[in-house]
């Protein structure tokens, strides 16, 4: 990002984003914009809707209203005669292209190899030749410290490592917007740092981010801000040091004392 992030690109726009689970509400009503470069990290309770918005940024969630954009482009809708219908399943995937994401339980494919996972989606998809994804691949098994696994079987693989070739493979579509959903909640204590390595690196190399974590030093340390969610909504949106110091909402101090206090 440069000295003004005010002056980069606007990568997500959502307005007004609503979410519906039969007659449960999960969303009601979010609006946020993230610019080029920016790591946004969003924090809040269980059954916040935190997850929920992220898988609807990418449109693995329908939305009944709002809209939401990324670089600019209308994801998973399309706009007929003044309202919003859904668009073709061709190009939402096109759509999706532009948008990494990483899970909590990796989602690999159990019968490829960690390279054979990494090159999959960008000869099948982009299209690119299969010898220039396997030197992406390569180079992104190596980006992410495990350019010896290339061989390796997910299932041979530690938690960890799994989670990093994840990483490399959502980075194998070149997007411009990375989503992490939770990546470290289903690793054991050990392999957390390896993987929170990897995605401070990809701050630091200004890749655009939204992060929903517990991992409150990750947040202190990477975010731009950091945001709250609370009953479907946003509640909280400041950056680290005025979040964690002097947060402006009751229920965001209530949380962070009892994250904190459970891993003292």
């Excluded at 924090?43 to 935190?50: D, E, F, P």
């Excluded at 929920?52 to 809209?67: V, W």
């Excluded at 954009?69 to 706009?79: A, D, S």
């Excluded at 479907?232 to 950056?239: C, S, V």
């Amino acid at each position: 990002m440069s000295d003004d992030p005010a002056a980069e690109p606007v990568i997500v726009t959502a307005r007004g984003v609503e979410k519906h689970f039969g007659d449960l509400q999960v969303l009601k009503g979010i609006d946020l914009t993230v610019r080029k470069g920016e790591v946004v990290v969003i924090v809040g309770a269980s059954g916040s809707g935190k997850t929920t918005f992220i898988r609807c940024i990418n449109h693995l969630e329908r939305i009944q209203k709002g809209r939401i954009e990324v670089n600019g482009h209308l994801i998973g809708y399309r706009e007929r005669n003044g309202q919003l219908v859904e668009d073709s399943e061709r190009n939402i995937a096109r759509q999706r292209c532009e948008i990494g994401m990483v899970f909590q339980l990796f989602n690999l494919f159990p019968h490829l190899t960690a390279l054979e996972n990494i090159i999959e989606a960008p000869i099948h998809v982009r299209k690119i030749p299969r010898e220039e994804a396997l030197r992406t691949g390569r180079a992104l098994l190596a980006r992410v410290g495990l350019a010896e696994k290339e061989d390796t079987y997910p299932t041979q693989l530690s938690g960890g490592q799994q989670q990093r070739v994840a990483i490399a493979r959502a980075l194998a579509m070149r997007p411009a917007l990375m989503l992490f959903d939770e990546p470290t909640s289903a690793l054991d204590p050990e392999m957390i740092g390896e993987v929170l390595d990897v995605m401070k690196e990809l701050a630091r190399e200004g890749m655009t981010m939204i992060v929903v974590s517990h991992e409150m030093g990750f947040a202190r340390e990477v975010a731009n801000r950091v945001i709250m969610m609370h009953g479907g909504r946003i509640i909280e949106d400041a950056p680290p040091e005025q979040f964690f110091t002097a947060p402006a909402h009751e229920r965001t101090a209530a949380f962070l004392s009892r994250v904190i206090s459970r891993k003292e």
